[in-house]
């Protein structure tokens, strides 16, 4: 089996913590940090299973500002 190494995006929904991959598209939650963490790895593992990843570069993550107009 080989070891891969994915970006978790997490934010706080009420009082659950949410967690994405966005190379993979899975999506998880859980009560604490770790706990959403912990279930997106067994998502995504899941989810690789049955949709194996092509080969592709690590992702460029960045961030970005927006202006409100009101």
């Known amino acids: 089996m080989e070891n891969k190494t994915f970006t978790a995006v997490i ?3 009420d009082n659950l ?3 994405e991959c966005p190379e993979v598209g899975t999506i998880s939650q859980g009560a604490s940090i770790d706990e959403a963490l912990e279930n997106l ?3 995504t593992e899941l989810y690789l ?4 990843m092509p080969q592709t570069g690590k992702p460029f993550i960045t961030t970005f ?6």
């Open 41 to 43: 790895k067994e998502a």
């Open 11 to 13: 934010h706080r929904e």
């Open 17 to 19: 913590f949410v967690a």
């Open 65 to 70: 500002d927006t202006v409100s107009h009101g």
């Open 49 to 52: 299973e049955d949709f194996p």
